[in-house]
């Protein structure tokens, strides 16, 4: 029901939820009222020290209840235990609302990725230092 939500071409199709869950990958979700209402996945390459948000997605009738918080403080405090220093991820440029969402977890833009996605946008690429010496504080 959750990827419903999603604009038909940012959903996954259950082959590579497969390939996501069976790599070097977690996922974290949020359930309200006993029904998934939000998820994100991180995944992590060894070596990097990067680890990679690669989907965050909230229900439209769950937004601003600190749910995408909450799943982003997950994946950063399991990211910092497993040796990252950093999170990035890619977001359509379109994506004003989770760019300013970002924006307020401490994301920074890093770069701008012509077509990035297959309809042809551009993707903005954020990155958030998560050091253990810096305050995981949002």
Same mark, same amino acid.
């Given at each position: 029901?959750?990827?419903?939500?999603?604009?038909?071409?940012?959903?996954?199709?259950?082959?590579?939820?497969?390939?996501?869950?069976?790599?070097?990958?977690?996922?974290?979700?949020?359930?309200? &009222?006993?029904?998934?209402? =939000?998820? !994100?996945?991180? %995944?992590?390459? /060894? $070596?990097?020290?990067? @680890? #990679?948000?690669?989907?965050?997605?909230?229900?439209? &009738?769950?937004?601003?209840? =600190?749910? !995408?918080?909450? %799943?982003?403080? /997950? $994946?950063?405090?399991? @990211? #910092?235990?497993?040796?990252?220093?950093?999170?990035?991820?890619?977001?359509?440029?379109?994506? !004003?609302?989770?760019?300013?969402?970002?924006?307020?977890?401490?994301? #920074?833009?890093?770069?701008?990725?012509?077509?990035?996605?297959?309809?042809?946008?551009?993707?903005?690429?954020?990155?958030?230092?998560?050091?253990?010496?810096?305050?995981?504080?949002?």
């Amino acid at each position: 029901a959750l990827e419903q939500s999603f604009p038909p071409e940012d959903r996954f199709p259950v082959r590579t939820w497969r390939r996501l869950l069976r790599g070097n990958a977690r996922s974290y979700v949020a359930v309200c &009222d006993g029904e998934i209402c =939000g998820a !994100a996945v991180y %995944l992590y390459r /060894a $070596g990097t020290g990067v @680890a #990679r948000l690669y989907s965050l997605t909230v229900s439209p &009738d769950r937004r601003g209840q =600190g749910i !995408a918080a909450a %799943l982003l403080e /997950a $994946g950063e405090t399991e @990211a #910092r235990a497993s040796g990252c220093d950093r999170v990035r991820l890619e977001v359509r440029q379109s994506n !004003a609302t989770a760019i300013r969402l970002y924006e307020r977890h401490g994301f #920074r833009v890093i770069a701008l990725t012509q077509s990035y996605y297959p309809d042809g946008e551009t993707a903005v690429r954020m990155e958030k230092s998560i050091s253990a010496e810096e305050s995981p504080a949002s």
